[in-house]
């Protein structure tokens, strides 16, 4: 069976993951390669670096508080202390951190300031990635956000929104709007390429209360007899997953929710913030077992988000908190939002590990960089970056540690590394000065 299979129905294009029956004969059994996968997660406004950095290098390290989340993943877990990204400091153009912060985080390059339209940043490493062999899956790159999304205006001292709103860049002037609507991403990863079919397939399943499953029936129930029972217990499992998610995704959007005037939540955008999170974290999830993309940008929240997190006690706005003047009681509630955000981070990282690939999982074969361009929210400094690798993309990445780089040394350098043994060779990002050494 080709590795490109689909299970095909009304305005629906379901790929398969990967099955016995894909392999060649000669490699069944024999741990047939997989391919690699990067993942990049932002955090805004910094974090409370004492409960973050773990005082001792090397594998006998203890999670901090904010860390301790991803207690189970430890073994799967990289911690990087030291990296810097210079360009996200002002160099002579005053205010705008955050902005500078989004902007510089996957470019590593100086934003223009301006909030009209002759943007500039620059091209950002999922965008190199993606750039190369097009046509291998059905998307390039998926750009996801569980925040607002704004292409335009003045959001940070000068600096126009779509620098603060978007990770992703294709060009110096291009950035890619991500996505914020799960059921939207659901749509785009399932759905085939004809809009009126696809519209018409949600309409559907709207009306009659349907599962995009019921659609793909009879091409699962055909497939299923030519499977052998490995392979037909995964293709199973990997329908229940989709109807699961599914099922989510429409409870999240029904759910009860009070909200100020004047507000109104899409359908199929969940009212509460760590559904919303942990369902784009399933898109992401769901997008590279079935291969539909190798690539993802997931902006947690812009920097400068100012949300609220009256689910953890919480009142204050996130950026007003992250000022805290050396404050022990708001520096403690920053550590809080941290370390919730972290266990996002954790699940997605379960959810990865829960899926079985040859003789190891998802995330064996994924690199997952997750982090922010600002270390202490209240310095707005920008060395010393808060960074975690989760997974070991396919071996390139021995995780288990906590290593420490001399201070300044560019976050760039990392993503050299990542496109190296992602197969895309880079002489230079942004601001980069070589390969990270100590990686592998």
């Known amino acids: 069976m080709e590795r490109r299979t689909f299970l095909r129905g009304l305005g629906t294009a379901m790929a398969l993951p990967m099955l016995e029956a894909m392999t060649p004969r000669n490699l069944v059994g024999a741990g047939a390669s997989h391919p690699k996968r990067m993942a990049f997660v932002y955090i805004p406004n910094g974090a409370n670096m ?3 950095t773990p005082r001792v290098t090397g594998p006998n390290y ?9 207690k189970e993943h430890k073994k799967e877990l990289l911690v990087i202390s030291g990296l810097t990204h210079d360009k996200a400091r002002a160099n002579g153009d005053g205010a705008g951190d ?5 902007a510089t985080f996957l470019t590593g390059c100086q934003a223009r300031k301006t909030s009209a339209a002759n943007i500039k940043a620059g091209i950002s490493v999922d965008q190199v990635a993606a750039a190369v062999n097009p046509g291998k899956t059905r998307f390039p790159s998926l750009e996801l956000s569980s925040d607002a999304v704004r292409m335009s205006g003045n959001c940070d001292s000068g600096y126009s ?12 002037s291009t950035p890619v709007p991500p ?7 659901f ?4 759905g085939n390429s004809k809009k009126a079919e696809v519209d018409e397939n949600r309409a559907r399943r709207d009306r009659y209360k349907k599962s995009i499953l019921d659609f793909v029936l009879e091409d699962a129930n055909s497939l299923k007899g030519k499977l052998g029972t490995s392979d037909r217990r995964k293709l199973e499992e990997y329908l229940d997953a989709i109807r699961e998610v599914e099922m989510r995704i429409d409870a999240a959007a029904n759910a009860p929710v009070d909200l100020p005037a004047g507000f109104v939540v899409p359908a199929g955008v969940p009212k509460d913030f760590a559904q919303h999170v942990r369902l784009m974290g399933d898109m992401i999830a769901l997008a590279f077992q079935t291969d539909s993309t190798r690539i993802a940008t997931f902006l947690l929240a812009h920097d400068g988000s100012n949300r609220s997190y009256p689910t953890l006690g919480i009142k204050e706005g996130h950026h007003d908190l992250s000022h805290h003047g050396n404050l022990e009681e708001k520096k403690k509630k920053i550590a809080q939002i941290n370390r919730f955000h972290v266990q996002q981070f954790a699940y997605l990282m379960q959810k990865m590990k829960s899926i079985k690939e040859g003789n190891g999982t998802l995330l064996d074969n994924t690199m997952i960089v997750y982090g922010g361009a600002i270390s202490d929210g209240n310095r707005h400094n920008h060395n010393d970056l808060p960074v975690l690798v989760a997974g070991n993309g396919g071996g390139l990445i021995k995780t288990g540690r906590h290593i420490r ?3 300044n040394t560019p976050m760039a350098n990392l993503f050299l590394s990542m496109l190296d043994g992602f197969g895309v060779p880079t002489e230079r990002l942004g601001d980069s000065t070589g390969k990270l050494t100590g990686l592998s």
């Not at 996505?179 to 939207?184: G, K, L, Q, V």
């Open 50 to 52: 004492v409960d973050w």
């Open 98 to 102: 955050h902005a500078r912060a989004n």
């Open 179 to 185: 996505e914020s609507n799960p059921r939207a991403v």
């Open 161 to 172: 929104c779509a620098y603060q709103f978007n990770l992703a860049w294709k060009g110096e």
């Open 187 to 190: 749509d785009r990863l399932f």
């Open 62 to 70: 203890e999670l901090p508080y904010i860390l301790e989340p991803l």
């Open 405 to 407: 780089y001399p201070d």
